[in-house]
């Protein structure tokens, strides 16, 4: 793995530290691509109850590296666009990944970092930390998915002032609209993330993915359909061990115990 992303496990945690902390966590090849790589070695390891990404040094991401886009310029667009679906690759990994993904936000998430925070399931963020799409200031045009994420959480107006001003959002505005899960005092969102992350080691893993799933194709899905999914999810639910221990423990009166259930 490259020294541009880290890569801990700390018991049913996964931890993906952009580690470029000399350019402010700014992206790179290698960090999306291990992002990428390690959201898919997740796929039917339920010893793993979330991811948490995070930035090394108290900053989230820089968004993408200036240098690295000037010399783009002399390539073209079809290479460009490649390049651009690196990142992209890496946002899709990130909603298909099976596994809650948590955003670990110090500092500031600002272009494609801003992005990143956002693609994930739940995000915490210290109280003093920022949010900023600033790619007009520098003549680009947002990606990332950015403008969808903000589509589905801000009025357009308000995502088109994020937008196209590139002003510092304060994460306790993203807080208010129900971007951000928890707002954490400064130097803690890695704290609270994890106790995000080990109160998710106390769901069924297959629940668990099954919601995420669900709550993804909800926003794409008329009701009918939404209804026949949920339908097909609960009827497979109801025969499977997971559901046997929580309607059993429920009667029992005890706490269920799920994390049995989870196994490489």
């Known amino acids: 793995m490259s020294d541009a992303l880290i890569v801990r496990r700390e018991g049913p945690i996964l931890w993906l530290v952009?580690?470029?902390p000399s350019a402010r966590n700014a992206l790179s090849f290698?960090?999306?691509q291990?992002?990428?790589?390690a959201l898919k070695t997740t796929e039917g390891d339920t010893s793993i109850a979330a991811v948490i990404l995070s930035g090394a040094q108290g900053f989230f991401c820089a968004?993408?590296?200036?240098?690295v886009l000037i010399a783009r310029r002399k390539m073209p667009v079809e290479k460009r666009v490649e390049a651009i679906n690196v990142l992209h690759s890496m946002i899709r990994a990130i909603r298909d990944c099976t596994t809650p993904v948590i955003a670990a936000v110090e500092g500031g998430a600002a272009g494609a970092g801003a992005s990143i925070a956002l693609a994930c399931d739940l995000v915490v963020a210290a109280r003093d930390a920022y949010f900023a799409v600033s790619y007009l200031r520098v003549g680009l045009s947002p990606d990332g998915g950015v403008t969808a994420f903000l589509s589905e959480l801000a009025p357009r107006q308000l995502a088109n002032e994020i937008i196209m001003f590139g002003d510092k959002v304060p994460a306790e505005r993203l807080y208010q609209l129900g971007a951000i899960n928890r707002i954490s005092p400064s130097g803690k969102a890695e704290t609270v993330a994890r106790e995000l992350a080990e109160r998710l080691n106390n769901v069924g893993p297959?629940?668990?993915?099954?919601?995420?799933?669900?709550?993804q194709l909800a926003r794409e899905n008329d009701l009918n359909t939404q209804l026949e999914y949920e339908a097909k999810a609960m009827a497979e639910a109801q025969g499977n061990v997971e559901s046997g221990e929580?309607?059993?423990a429920f009667l029992e009166k005890r706490r269920a115990d799920f994390t049995k259930f989870r196994k490489d």
């Open 18 to 20: 952009n580690n470029n």
């Open 30 to 32: 290698e960090y999306c």
């Open 34 to 37: 291990g992002v990428t790589n």
């Open 63 to 67: 968004g993408g590296d200036l240098n």
């Open 206 to 215: 297959a629940a668990l993915a099954s919601a995420k799933k669900l709550n």
């Open 246 to 248: 929580g309607i059993a």
